[in-house]
């Protein structure tokens, strides 16, 4: 027998032993007893860091959406795999079988052949939290079409950047989505990213906020009517095990996003067996993760994850917000939720506000708590724990990223101790290591470093799209034969892991990641706009807010600066999305730099961050001038 399930603190180490001593052996043994496959793998694993090439279960063939949904028919017919729960609390929640998603899902399969869509197709999907999202991916990955979700947040620019990176031929999206009381014309910023993106053929609209839009007459049709008319059987495709099953961008400190790309086989073992442990998750339960489909956190453990594992997930398509600030809590009593993963962010909104909102509901169902995105402080752990929990229910500091494909370091309940702030342990399966600066492995306890992985794990995202020299580049040049995760870390005393945050130019905002150069590049598109750069600082619900510094042409100098300031905001949402929107805007006559031209951008962090005791030394500057300039007007 496998160890599917690990249920205590000896046997977690007894299994992480086994699957470092002999990874391959440990993972033929979970992929064979917990998955369906439609043929055997010829290879477990074959992987070399220096090309990179990472292959697992090379030769299998499968489907995925056999083992997320086909599979439990006979056992789980009946019971809900999609528990939808509207933005209006007023509207009523869908419980969604396993019955009705294998029908749902094939009947969209079958649209989407309809539609010219085969198999290795890439399908753009920019759509809000309503089922018909889920539908999709499982749609796409019934018929071996790529599915590339674009969270529904993103601008028309940003999509269309997406959308011709890897070439997709059809979008689906719908007429708008809700927000709060906010509602929002996702069509429309369709149709105008479009105007850039000559490959897409064809545009599927659900219906979701009855609003009038317009529809291109050749190319844009009603989700509905077309599902209504399908034929409800739809034979899944055979995929070979390293087939991808999707793409999904995500920022990289320079250039564009990169398109992750993950693969069918490895990705399944690997999302269904952390979601297992991880959340503990029994039969009956019902599992809440807040995040949007539109990152990988939903990917894994909204949808492949928890359906690869016949559970109940909850997709919730509003806000903590609204209609007020128990939003969460009345979800939670509502559907006696046992599992509940959130991002640190959203503790610290929630926390600033009375505990009323909490304390009238009951969340006795509650068994584990999870956090997910960015390191989570101290005091929004205690606060989880006491007032969420009652300190009954353990919180999983998961760290992991849209690379790694699901969770990396993070304790299993009731099985690890945990310490706050602390990600604890390497889940099984994984080897991390610590690194110094010159490329040497920091061994022994209590120490820091830049958080690598020495070996591959079944999920590991296999190359990014159209560019696989800078997935070498990215991840595997800074230290030979290594993954380098971008991260640093520490290990304490007991070897737990502490992750202390990004060491390269990616900002992590409310739990978003944000690179540097695509803001910088929206800012300087600003006609008044010579230069900028943006760094961090420390908010206190967003985790780090946006800090711009920015050098005006002189035609720009004689503008009203709070005009210049809201333009360059609205030219960020334009381009990116509101979430890279700046707090902070100041304007400056220069930006210190090194005589090889490189912005210091450490210098910048401490100023924004008001930690301007230890600057170091700035006389090696070539402009050493501008920092004082910049220190005595910080905003
Ligand atoms: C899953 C996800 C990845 C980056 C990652 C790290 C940060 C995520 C964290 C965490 C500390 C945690 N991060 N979880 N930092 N503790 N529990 O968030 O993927 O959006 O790609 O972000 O997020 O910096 O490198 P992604």
Redesign the pocket.
């Given at each position: 027998m496998s160890n599917y399930h690990i249920k205590h603190l000896e046997e977690y180490y007894q299994v992480y032993r086994k699957s470092v001593r002999n990874p391959e052996s440990f993972w033929e043994e979970i992929a064979e007893e917990h998955f369906i496959w439609r043929k055997k793998w010829d290879t477990v694993l074959e992987w070399d860091f220096s090309k990179p090439e990472v292959k697992w279960f090379q030769g299998a063939q499968l489907n995925i959406t056999d083992n997320c949904i086909d599979r439990h028919l006979a056992t789980r017919r009946n019971k809900t795999a999609i528990l939808f729960e509207p933005n209006d609390p007023e509207e009523e929640a869908q419980h969604i079988t396993y019955g009705q998603l294998h029908e749902r899902v094939c009947k969209l399969a079958n649209v989407l052949k309809d539609n010219g869509i085969k198999k290795g197709d890439r399908v753009c999907i920019y759509l809000p939290m309503i089922p018909e999202l889920t539908y999709a991916l499982l749609a796409c990955a019934r018929i071996g079409a790529i599915h590339s979700v674009v969270f529904a947040g993103f601008s028309s620019n940003a999509i269309a950047s997406r959308i011709n990176d890897s070439d997709c031929k059809m979008v689906i999206t719908s007429d708008g989505s809700y927000r709060g009381n906010k509602s929002i014309d996702l069509k429309g910023i369709v149709d105008k990213a479009l105007e850039e993106c000559p490959g897409v053929q064809s545009v599927l609209v659900a219906k979701r906020i009855q609003s009038d839009i317009e529809m291109v007459e050749g190319r844009d049709k009603w989700l509905a009517p077309l599902m209504d008319d399908a034929d409800s059987v739809c034979e899944a495709e055979t995929m070979n095990a390293e087939d991808p099953l999707f793409i999904l961008y995500?920022s990289g400190s320079t250039g564009k996003p990169k398109g992750m790309v993950h693969t069918c086989g490895g990705y399944m073992v690997y999302t269904a067996y952390t979601f297992k442990n991880i959340f503990q998750y029994r039969e009956e339960d019902v599992f809440w993760c807040t995040a949007d489909i539109g990152?990988?956190?939903g990917h894994s453990y909204i949808v492949y994850g928890p359906l690869a594992n016949g559970a109940t997930s909850i997709m919730f398509e509003g806000v903590p917000s609204y209609p007020d600030f128990s939003r969460f809590w009345e979800v939670i009593e509502k559907h006696k939720v046992n599992q509940f993963y959130t991002a640190p962010t959203a503790i610290r909104a929630l926390a600033k506000e009375n505990l009323d909102y909490l304390e009238k509901h009951d969340l006795s169902s509650l068994k584990v708590l999870g956090?997910?995105?960015?390191?989570?402080n101290e005091e929004a752990w205690h606060w989880y724990n006491n007032n969420v929990g009652k300190k009954k229910s353990p919180i999983v500091?998961?760290?992991?990223?849209?690379?790694?494909g699901g969770?990396m370091?993070?304790p299993i309940p009731y099985v690890t101790p945990t310490t706050p702030t602390f990600?604890t342990l390497p889940f099984i399966g994984v080897q991390p290591a610590l690194m110094d600066e010159e490329g040497k492995e920091i061994k022994g306890n209590q120490v820091e470093g830049r958080l690598c992985i020495k070996f591959p794990w079944p999920s590991i995202a296999r190359t990014i799209w159209g560019n696989h020299e800078r997935y070498r580049d990215t991840y595997f040049s800074a230290y030979k034969n290594m993954y380098f995760?971008?991260?640093g870390a520490n290990r304490d005393a007991v070897g737990y892991y502490r992750?202390t945050?990004?060491v390269d130019d990616?900002i992590?905002v409310s739990?978003?990641?944000l690179g540097t150069a695509p803001i910088e590049d929206a800012i300087n598109e600003h006609q008044a706009v010579a230069e900028s750069a943006i760094v961090g600082f420390p908010h206190d619900v967003k985790g780090n807010a946006l800090y711009g510094y920015v050098i005006l042409k002189e035609t720009g100098e004689s503008r009203d600066r709070d005009n210049v300031r809201k333009e360059i905001n609205q030219q960020i949402t334009e381009l990116i999305g509101p979430i890279a929107k700046l707090d902070k805007i100041q304007f400056v006559s220069g930006l210190p730099k090194t005589r090889s031209g490189k912005i210091m951008r450490r210098i910048l962090r401490k100023i924004a961050s008001n930690d301007t005791s230890n600057l170091g030394d700035t006389s090696t500057l070539l402009n050493p001038e501008v920092v004082k300039e910049i220190m005595d007007n910080v905003l």
């Open positions: 995500t990152w990988i956190t956090s997910v995105g960015e390191p989570i500091d998961t760290w992991w990223q849209t690379e790694t969770i370091i993070s990600a995760t971008g991260d992750i945050g990004r990616v992590i739990g978003h990641n």
